[in-house]
């Protein structure tokens, strides 16, 4: 782990003349919001080279009944490198829990003509809001919304090809890939339970594939001040040779998603709804001893007024979100429906931007599920994050 840290910084000093990212000025007009990659392959458009950045963040947590929790959730770094006016690299390098080290995204884009990208490698799925705008000063709230690390699940990413671009003309952004997508078994964890898909992520590492999947997404950007999304994943999970074949040894997912940003001046909102169907979950249940739904879904709601003036460059964003999630929505065969995997929370917060690209940010949380007589969890969350 050491060893990795030493190497990426040294990797770094010996670019130190190498162009940085632009300051983020997290816009709050969602059309031109522009995520870590984005911004990168944005940044070093007038010339070839290198582009560093990156993004952090530190949470306390404390639920009822438990002691506090403090943890250095996450340290990424960036780099991006322009070849030629055509070709350009992305990598996410990021650094979990303080001993836990990942490759987020890893991809080579080649710009065709000016409105289609031809991309490969490791990418994020385009499913809703948070998976792909993830960086902490995005979203308000100190954790991402909880139906998003269930349902779609967040940060979701796996290794495909595909191409991306943009139709002004008709104010739309595409995304069209094909993905190895999830593993049925990955080394001992199931689909299923309060995680839903969470445990499939294969997140480049030595993936397995079997079954092509696909995934896409449009955003319209056409009215002022308003984003609408519209996602599809469609497939199946992968499994080993081996057992490829018998039944039960993997399930097809179709997955829609609705999202929508707005923004006019003090005030935001967004809004998000996601529903999955699962094919061949009574057989997967019973092939590996899981608890997989046939269905999952999940939907959220979330206003914020910025409490400063337009003219300051600081923000105080005061925020409420209520979230709905089940992941199991529905079930088949004799599995009975767990109603402690039916949720729902409400979340109020503040989020301080006190300079272009960090924020101190601090919620209280009231969690609940459909389990008769079940105490409310009442969360407080404190931390900060910072993107650069």
């Known amino acids: 782990m050491k060893k990795v840290f030493f190497a990426v910084l040294l990797t770094a000093s010996l670019f130190a003349t190498a162009q940085s990212a632009p300051q983020d000025s997290i816009p709050t007009n969602p059309q031109s919001q522009q995520n870590a990659a984005q911004r990168i392959l944005s940044s070093n458009l007038s010339q070839k080279g290198l582009t560093v950045g990156g993004y952090a963040e530190a949470h306390y947590?404390?639920?009822?009944?438990?002691?506090?929790?403090?943890?250095?959730?996450?340290?990424?770094?960036?780099?991006?490198?322009k070849f030629n006016e055509r070709t350009q690299f992305v990598t996410e390098i990021e650094f979990e829990h303080v001993k836990?080290?990942?490759?987020?995204?890893?991809?080579l884009q080649y710009t065709l003509t000016d409105n289609i990208n031809l991309r490969a490698g490791l990418m994020l799925v385009p499913m809703g809001i948070v998976n792909e705008y993830h960086e902490p000063t995005t979203f308000n709230g100190v954790e991402r919304p909880s139906m998003d690390k269930s349902i779609v699940p967040t940060t979701w990413r796996e290794i495909g090809l595909g191409v991306s671009g943009r139709w002004d003309e008709a104010s739309l952004r595409y995304q069209a890939y094909v993905f190895n997508g999830f593993t049925s078994d990955n080394d001992g964890k199931y689909l299923g339970g309060s995680n839903g898909f969470r445990n499939g992520r294969q997140k480049g590492a030595e993936s397995m594939m079997?079954?092509?999947?696909?995934?896409?997404?449009?955003?319209y950007y056409g009215l002022p001040?308003?984003?609408l999304g519209l996602s599809g994943y469609f497939g199946r999970t992968q499994s080993e040779k081996a057992v490829e074949d018998i039944e039960g040894s993997d399930v097809g997912i179709a997955m829609v998603g609705l999202d929508a940003r707005y923004a006019y001046k003090r005030f935001s909102a967004r809004g998000q709804f996601i529903h999955a169907n699962?094919?061949?979950?009574e057989e997967y249940n019973a092939y590996y001893g899981s608890d997989l739904g046939s269905a999952l879904q999940g939907w959220y709601l979330e206003t914020a007024y910025n409490l400063l003036a337009q003219d300051k460059k600081q923000q105080l964003i005061a925020f409420a979100r209520y979230e709905d999630y089940n992941t199991h929505a529905?079930?088949?065969?004799?599995?009975?429906?767990?109603?402690?995997?039916d949720r729902?929370?409400?979340?109020?917060?503040?989020?301080?931007?006190?300079?272009?690209?960090?924020?101190?940010?601090?919620?209280?949380?009231?969690?609940?599920?459909?389990?008769?007589g079940s105490q409310t969890i009442k969360q407080l969350n404190l931390g900060f994050g910072v993107w650069f």
């Open 225 to 227: 001040g308003l984003r």
């Open 278 to 281: 699962v094919t061949d979950s």
């Open 61 to 81: 947590n404390r639920a009822t009944g438990e002691n506090a929790k403090l943890d250095v959730h996450r340290v990424v770094m960036l780099f991006g490198y």
């Open 330 to 341: 529905a079930t088949d065969g004799g599995l009975a429906e767990n109603l402690a995997y």
């Open 100 to 107: 836990e080290v990942y490759i987020e995204q890893a991809f």
């Open 210 to 219: 079997n079954n092509v999947n696909f995934s896409g997404k449009v955003d």
């Open 344 to 372: 729902d929370e409400w979340t109020f917060g503040l989020t301080y931007k006190v300079a272009p690209g960090a924020a101190f940010k601090a919620d209280y949380q009231f969690k609940n599920n459909a389990v008769d």
